[in-house]
């Protein structure tokens, strides 16, 4: 939602990260990377898929290590590291899961 107040733009930007929400997650990366590798095993194109479907793990693993049992929460700093350290920035992370196709 925005809000314009005297030249200025307000934007509310919200959202939840909590468990379940990440176990869904989790669950949905780790289907991307099984179809994947069986999508490039089928059709030839293995290196392409294979790159897709180990960055969905990458992403699982991140994922998972930057969530804060004590807290029970997802830490955005670790996250944003991990991705950085692992493929430099969230665009060429999602080239690599575009690779998967449509789900990716």
Same mark, same amino acid.
């Given at each position: ?5 005297? /030249? ?5 930007? /919200?959202?939840?990260v909590d468990k379940t929400s990440?176990? /869904? ?16 095993? *089928? ?8 790159? $897709?479907?180990?960055? $969905?793990?990458?992403?699982? *693993? ?38 998967? /196709?449509?789900?990716?």
């Amino acid at each position: 939602m925005a809000s314009r107040n005297g /030249g200025q733009i307000n934007f509310n930007v /919200g959202f939840n990260v909590d468990k379940t929400s990440l176990n /869904g997650l989790s669950q949905s990366l780790q289907n991307i990377a099984k179809q994947a590798d069986s999508l490039g095993s *089928s059709n030839g194109l293995d290196k392409q898929f294979k790159e $897709a479907a180990a960055a $969905a793990s990458q992403l699982d *693993s991140i994922l998972k290590e930057s969530w804060n049992t004590k807290l029970n929460q997802l830490n955005l700093d670790k996250l944003n590291k991990g991705i950085k350290d692992s493929y430099g920035g969230v665009d060429q992370l999602k080239q690599k899961l575009s690779q998967a /196709g449509e789900q990716g």
